[in-house]
């Protein structure tokens, strides 16, 4: 089955590094997202790493992937106070020719100046 | 700005009414998937089109169903509202059907079911 947890909350100091960890449950899984969502607004896609990486950079971004325990962690280098929001992880499997997105429920990055 | 545009941005029904709620996906794609989040959750997957086909659903009844035009854009009716209904529906475009299709979000169309 499907299922991707995350912790429900994480608050840091601004210029801190913050890190918002994930586990997932499908090992078929190919893709695996990082998307940000603003209060009343839709999802914004952070990054995406492939399940054969471990590790991806991307500015102030840090993915690591571990899949043997399938475990995915966001780190953000230089918190910022617009960076409070809520962080989604979703893995991306493919079945029967379509691909949909498992969610989890969110980390509400709160930052504090 | 991902070029996903959703209508109309909040909506206000009673139970048992029907609504339409349309998407436009991002230029050059061809895909779109429909999702709701109730408040405090995740999205929950409901369908997907591509190439006007249905392409997969969720555990959603069939009470909720779609259409993709032939220019990609997208509807997502829901027959027989239910109070539990209540949720911000987003659509996502993305490009074709393989191994990497990263889904682009619209903002979303909030519905409230009294």
């Known amino acids: 089955g499907e299922d991707v947890e995350q912790s429900l909350f994480l608050s840091v100091r601004e210029g801190d590094s913050s890190v918002i960890n994930c586990t997932y449950t499908d090992s078929s899984s190919t893709y695996l997202y990082w998307y940000k969502q603003e209060p009343g607004a839709g999802l914004q896609l952070l990054t995406y790493i492939f399940s054969n990486m471990d590790m991806k950079q991307d500015q102030r971004l840090t993915v690591l992937l571990n899949k043997k325990d399938k475990h995915l962690s966001l780190r953000i280098a230089d918190t910022q106070t617009g960076d409070s929001a809520i962080y989604f992880c979703?893995?991306?499997?493919?079945?029967?020719?379509?691909?949909?997105?498992?969610f989890g429920s969110g980390t509400r990055l709160q930052v504090q100046p | 700005e991902t070029g996903v545009t959703q209508s109309p941005t909040h909506l206000i029904k009673t139970r048992g009414q029907q609504v339409t709620l349309r998407c436009s996906s991002q230029?050059?794609?061809?895909?779109v998937s429909w999702y709701q989040q109730a408040l405090g959750q995740g999205p929950q997957f409901i369908f997907q089109?591509?190439?006007?086909?249905e392409n997969g659903r969720g555990n959603f009844p069939p009470r909720f169903s779609g259409l993709q035009f032939p220019n990609y854009s997208s509807e997502l009716d829901v027959n027989a509202l239910e109070l539990d209904d209540s949720a911000l529906y987003l659509c996502?475009?993305?490009w074709g059907q393989g191994n990497q299709e990263t889904q682009y979000f619209g903002p979303g169309t909030r519905l409230l079911v009294l």
């Open positions: 230029s050059g794609h061809n895909t």
């Open positions: 996502a475009s993305s």
């Open positions: 089109y591509y190439r006007e086909e």
């Open positions: 979703a893995e991306s499997t493919l079945d029967m020719g379509r691909r949909a997105l498992t």
